[in-house]
């Protein structure tokens, strides 16, 4: 592995999204991540099928590629025995169990930084480890609620809505992995390891910075806005003749770039539109009479004509769009890896690049156990030994 986190272990005793994401971008960044899955069965991803490669979940496949796997049952006292050991020889831990429950099989905090007072302990929740709520789950869906994001999702007036992707889980990792950098960056003065803990909810809260930044200052509750932007104007999608695209009016000097490249210069004359407070206030009656000039012509043209003007403007692409797009190959976003049972198969690349530590995507998402024996070996276990824990249930190799 390659990468500016070259040389240190991660031990991943998280599964789905929240705690895996992490592990890949660590794992990206050249961590060398361990993915202890439990048994039987493994990851719960593992059981995503529809869609899949080869028989394989295309969903596991995704988030666990650059690590490497072994399949143990911690409910044995020989499969809790490998973890121990393998957590005596880590830098980091992520885990995404309700609370208490490692804990009770003798993985809690206080056991680990006993056994390595070196140890980054990262704990991704439903709530956080604090607070009346700490002992809940969580779920994406159910922090997208919770923060207020399905409150301000979607067109005025419409039903709740969530975000298209699983937001709070994906942004909870982004946090967790920078959690775990900065505490492996104070670990270099300080010699301990720490608790890293964050939670959907807070990832979900996170993302209301403008929103919340309104309720603090009127105390009213801000509304869904579809595509629109809630403090300027011109600021969101548009019909054309043959799609949609996206305007991005941000600022007086792109609105009166936005109303010549349309050829309605006459709307910056018109007391409605004068100012961006003017046009937030009287947004719908200046909507339809951009949309209607849009409408005229396909998306290409509209998207040279305001690029020429300089504005903010963009296509709205479907997800196969996108990746065929030649700036997102050009940033190495679609990656090939080759996988023991599906072949050939994409992934999304890393979305940090690093000038002199370049990260790589060189390994598959492992099969349940594809690394169980290596792992092992590097522990001091002999293949006898090996063998009879396999042999008892404790651990299990690739079919």
Known sequence: MSGPLQGTRVVELAQIMAGPTCGMLLADMGADVIKVEKLPGGDDTRSYTRPSIGGESAAFMMLNRNKRGIAV?????????????????????????????????????????????????CVVS????TGPYADKGGFDLIAQGFSGLMSITGEPGGAPVKSGSPIADINADIFAALGVVSALHARNTSGRGQMVDTSLMEAAIQQTYWQSAI????????????????????????????????????????WERIAKAIGREDLLADPRFRTNGDRMQHLAELTPLIAERMQSRPSAHWIRELESAGVPVGPINRIGDMLADPQVVARDMVVEVDHPKAGRTKALGMPVKFSDTPCAVTRASPLLGQHTDEILGSLGYTPAQIDALCASGAVARAA
């Open 126 to 129: 439903g709530y956080g480890r």
């Open 215 to 254: 309720y603090f200052a009127t105390g009213e509750n801000p509304q869904p806005t579809g595509s629109a932007h809630i403090l300027t104007a011109p600021y969101q999608a548009f019909p054309t003749a043959d799609g949609w695209i996206n305007v991005g009016g941000a600022n007086q000097a792109n």
């Open 73 to 121: 049952n911690l409910k044995t006292a020989g499969g809790l025995e490998v973890v121990k050991k393998l957590l005596a020889t880590a830098d980091v831990v992520t885990e995404n169990y309700r609370k208490g429950t490692l804990d009770k099989l003798g993985l809690g905090w206080d056991v680990l930084q006993a056994l390595n007072p070196r140890l980054v302990y």
